[in-house]
């Protein structure tokens, strides 16, 4: 069975460039999640998805950053106008949902970013 | 809102003794606890968590925990490691099931 997956494993862009990373939950899965990681640090939330919407942004850094997830299954992660603070692994989850219970997040490799 | 201290960036212990990585949490209300090991250039992986009722907590690998409401702790132990625990450790906490908030991380390394 297929886990959660993420393209492409490694990025590495020019300051002030955009950049898009990719994730692919597990199938049937309904939540899914980034998270951005700098280095020596735990994975900081950026965003949740509930289907297709952004059900809690409140961890995006800034308006360079901006998630979809346009058919409730793949999710597309943006950033504008790189800078070299963005430099991080970016991580992705993805969980099954139903009210009242709490559900395992299950994590991609991640995207090393690079910002030159 | 809830956080998270590790209280140890690294750990270095020996193959076969035992180990113990210290989390400490913040919150206002009840919470969900977890630990995530993270082998290098992998995601990710649970390996255990409290929700609710039993204090202590049995995880995969042989690893556990125990939840110390009055202490705000959730330390993880093990008793008798293996080269193969050489691993990033996270302790993680949420509210709700979902805003997980994650510690800076513990680095094991076990030696031969």
């Known amino acids: 069975g297929a886990g959660v997956s993420q393209t492409p494993s490694n990025k590495v862009t020019e300051k002030g460039k955009y950049v898009e990373l990719r994730c692919d939950p597990i199938?049937?899965?309904?939540?899914l999640y980034w998270y951005r990681q700098s280095l020596g640090q735990g994975p900081e939330f950026l965003i949740y998805?509930?289907?297709?919407?952004?059900?809690?942004d409140s961890g995006l850094p800034n308006d360079r950053f901006f998630a979809v997830r346009p058919e409730g299954s793949v999710s597309t992660l943006k950033i504008q106008r790189t800078e070299r603070g963005d430099s991080a692994v970016y991580l992705c989850?993805?969980?099954?949902?139903?009210?009242?219970?709490?559900?395992?997040?299950?994590f991609g490799p991640g995207t090393r970013l690079t910002v030159l | 809102a809830q956080s998270v201290t590790q209280l140890d960036s690294q750990v270095p212990v020996f193959e076969e003794a035992p180990v113990e990585l210290r989390c400490n949490y913040s919150?206002?209300?009840?919470?969900?606890l977890f630990w995530y090991v993270q082998y290098p250039n992998q995601g990710l992986q649970l390996l255990l968590k409290?929700?609710?009722?039993?204090?202590l907590v049995k995880g995969i690998n042989g690893f556990e925990a125990e939840f110390n409401k009055s202490q705000t702790s959730f330390h993880l132990r093990k008793p008798s490691v293996h080269i193969s625990d050489t691993a990033e450790y996270f302790c993680?906490?949420?509210?709700?099931?979902?805003?997980?908030?994650f510690g800076a991380g513990t680095r094991l390394t076990v030696k031969p």
């Open positions: 989850a993805s969980s099954s949902e139903w009210e009242g219970s709490y559900n395992e997040q299950f």
């Open positions: 199938s049937g899965h309904t939540a």
């Open positions: 998805f509930q289907g297709t919407g952004a059900a809690d």
């Open positions: 919150s206002s209300v009840s919470v969900y």
């Open positions: 409290y929700l609710s009722g039993s204090t």
């Open positions: 993680a906490v949420s509210e709700g099931g979902r805003d997980m908030r």
